[in-house]
């Protein structure tokens, strides 16, 4: 079955799905079906966008996708036999065939990622296998000796968030500028974009990956975008034109700082209001709620705030066309992945928010005709160790990544599977992997789909051609 016929399969599945939910007919249905035609006419200048899930803290990438043959399985539940429920029963785990096989390996996903399994099944989810941070290419003998550069501060969650988000020279909490809001000036300089006020959209407050030199963030929640304090309701009772507040910030000034203070604000305020008038309602006749999830620390239903912030995402893209944009960098964030306690537990209910979210998210993307415009990915301050601390494990260095969309060359993995086990060729103690994929190049490969060429993509990851004459990842085809 070729690509265009399991893509074909998986939108009439999820338009079946959509329609016995009552929303075939839904003004987010519509419209984005009325976008995506627009898309596919305009070739690779039509709507693209690309949207980050940085899972905060640390996510356990040995426990997200297991080699199951039996030596590396064996290893595996060897190194974890001290932590309860963290050495998963061969019979629980979730198992994937790639469609490159790995010769004498098989593998499997945690248990609670169903939602995972469902769209890597589907063809429409791929594996980057242990990516981190990294400068140049390193071996355990160069660590050891430290003949190799390195980022900076491995293990601290500070610096590693900012190296990941960064990417300029892997130097920690020294860098102010990430690769999405980078590419984002690409994006602008290459008038990509008529308006680029609305490129780069967080769901989670402020964050180093959208922040580019002339592109700038607008934060938002479900409830829309974040208002100005002192702005959103006038001050005792009075007319909003009355608003004291709103005449000072709009009044002319002659001190340079006052005056480009001013510009700020107002560009804020101007974002807000065309922002708000441009997304959908979610819920009914906008778009629809995710389901709740069943919480595995509670055995109830639960809402799950990983998918409403990707339902407020959809709600944005539905304004795509009346905001005049036609790319969009996203970030949202699920955090509480530092799980040195109680991990089994605490790892199982943030991986079904994950698998359930990326699914629903997904759902939407291909029942609005825009699955192959759209392309969702996972990052993480770093990976843990192999090894545990009695219930939980530690921070580590390289970490196994979901990529989702119809543009992904899916059902497969992607870079180099270590071999399991502690003191392997790839570990620096306890488990802790050094990267075999920068990046550098997984994030240069997303760069690449979202419209960017080669030497932008090298203006933008300076470190990427010290990972070979095509550091690019077969991914996104």
């Given at each position: 079955m070729?690509?265009?016929?399991?893509?074909?399969?998986?939108?009439?599945?999820t338009?079946?799905m959509?329609s016995?939910?009552g929303?075939?007919?839904?003004?987010?249905?519509?419209?984005?079906?009325s976008?995506?035609g627009?898309a596919q006419s305009?070739?690779?200048g039509g709507?693209?966008?690309?949207v980050?899930?940085f899972?905060?803290g640390g996510?356990?990438g040995?426990?997200?996708?297991?080699?199951?043959d039996p030596?590396?399985?064996?290893a595996?539940?060897?190194?974890?036999?001290?932590?309860p429920g963290?050495?998963?029963?061969?019979g629980?785990?979730?198992?994937?065939?790639l469609?490159t096989?790995?010769?004498g390996?098989?593998f499997a996903?945690n248990?609670?990622l169903?939602?995972a399994q469902?769209?890597?099944?589907?063809?429409r989810?791929a594996?980057?296998a242990?990516?981190?941070?990294?400068?140049?290419?390193?071996?355990k003998?160069?660590?050891n000796?430290?003949?190799?550069?390195?980022?900076?501060?491995?293990?601290s969650?500070?610096?590693q968030?900012?190296?990941w988000q960064?990417?300029a020279?892997?130097?920690?909490s020294?860098?102010?500028?990430?690769?999405?809001?980078?590419?984002a000036?690409?994006?602008e300089s290459?008038?990509?974009n008529s308006n680029?006020m609305?490129?780069c959209?967080?769901?989670?407050?402020i964050?180093l990956?959208?922040?580019?030199q002339?592109?700038?963030q607008?934060?938002?929640?479900?409830?829309?975008?974040?208002p100005?304090?002192?702005?959103?309701?006038?001050?005792?009772?009075l007319?909003?034109a009355a608003?004291?507040?709103?005449s000072?910030?709009?009044a002319?000034e002659?001190?340079?700082f006052?005056k480009?203070?001013?510009v700020?604000v107002?560009?804020?305020?101007?974002a807000?209001?065309t922002?708000?008038s441009a997304?959908l309602p979610?819920g009914?006749?906008g778009?629809p709620?995710p389901p709740?999830y069943l919480?595995p620390m509670?055995s109830?239903?639960?809402d799950?705030?990983?998918?409403?912030?990707l339902q407020?995402v959809a709600?944005?893209i539905s304004?795509s066309s009346?905001?005049?944009?036609?790319r969009?960098i996203?970030?949202?964030?699920?955090?509480?992945?530092?799980?040195?306690n109680?991990?089994a537990i605490?790892h199982?209910?943030l991986?079904?928010?994950?698998g359930q979210?990326?699914?629903?998210?997904?759902?939407?993307?291909?029942?609005a005709g825009?699955?192959?415009q759209?392309?969702?990915?996972?990052?993480s301050?770093?990976g843990?160790t192999l090894?545990?601390?009695?219930?939980?494990?530690?921070?580590?260095w390289g970490?196994?990544?979901l990529?989702?969309?119809g543009?992904?060359q899916?059902?497969?993995m992607?870079?180099?599977?270590?071999?399991?086990?502690v003191?392997?060729?790839?570990?620096v103690?306890?488990g802790r992997?050094?990267?075999t994929t920068?990046?550098?190049q997984?994030?240069?490969?997303?760069a690449?789909?979202f419209g960017?060429s080669?030497?932008?993509?090298r203006?933008?990851?300076?470190?990427?051609?010290n990972?070979?004459?095509s550091?690019?990842l077969?991914?996104?085809?």
């Open positions: 070729n690509k265009f016929e399991r893509s074909r399969r998986q939108f009439l599945r338009a079946s959509a016995m939910a929303i075939s007919a839904s003004p987010f249905i519509l419209g984005l079906n976008m995506a627009m305009s070739g690779s709507y693209k966008a690309l980050c899930v899972l905060q996510n356990d040995h426990g997200t996708v297991i080699a199951t030596s590396s399985f064996s595996f539940t060897q190194a974890r036999s001290g932590a963290l050495a998963y029963p061969l629980s785990l979730l198992p994937i065939t469609k096989p790995q010769t390996r098989t996903l248990p609670a169903t939602g469902n769209l890597f099944n589907s063809g989810l594996i980057v242990n990516s981190g941070t990294l400068i140049a290419p390193a071996t003998t160069q660590v000796n430290n003949t190799v550069p390195l980022p900076d501060s491995l293990y969650h500070f610096d968030t900012a190296a960064a990417i020279s892997n130097g920690g020294a860098e102010h500028v990430g690769w999405g809001g980078s590419v000036d690409v994006i290459m008038n990509m680029s609305f490129t959209i967080s769901t989670a407050g964050a990956f959208l922040a580019g002339n592109s700038f607008l934060n938002v929640t479900s409830a829309g975008p974040i100005i304090f002192g702005l959103a309701q006038s001050p005792f009772g007319p909003e608003n004291p507040l709103s000072i910030l709009s002319d002659s001190n340079l006052a480009e203070y001013g700020v107002n560009r804020s305020i101007q807000q209001a922002l708000a997304m979610a009914p006749g778009v709620n709740q919480d509670t109830k239903l639960t799950n705030p990983l998918a409403t912030s407020t709600r944005i304004g009346s905001l005049g944009v036609t969009q996203f970030y949202v964030q699920l955090g509480s992945f530092d799980t040195h109680n991990q605490q199982a209910q991986l079904t928010q994950l979210a990326l699914e629903y998210f997904d759902g939407l993307m291909v029942s825009m699955g192959s759209v392309t969702t990915f996972t990052a301050d770093f843990r090894t545990s601390n009695s219930n939980g494990t530690d921070h580590g970490s196994h990544h990529v989702v969309g543009a992904v899916g059902g497969d992607y870079g180099q599977y270590p071999v399991i086990g003191n392997q060729a790839n570990d103690g306890a992997l050094i990267p920068a990046v550098d997984y994030a240069g490969t997303l690449r789909w960017l080669d030497g932008q993509v203006q933008v990851f300076p470190n990427f051609g990972f070979g004459s550091p690019y077969g991914f996104m085809g």
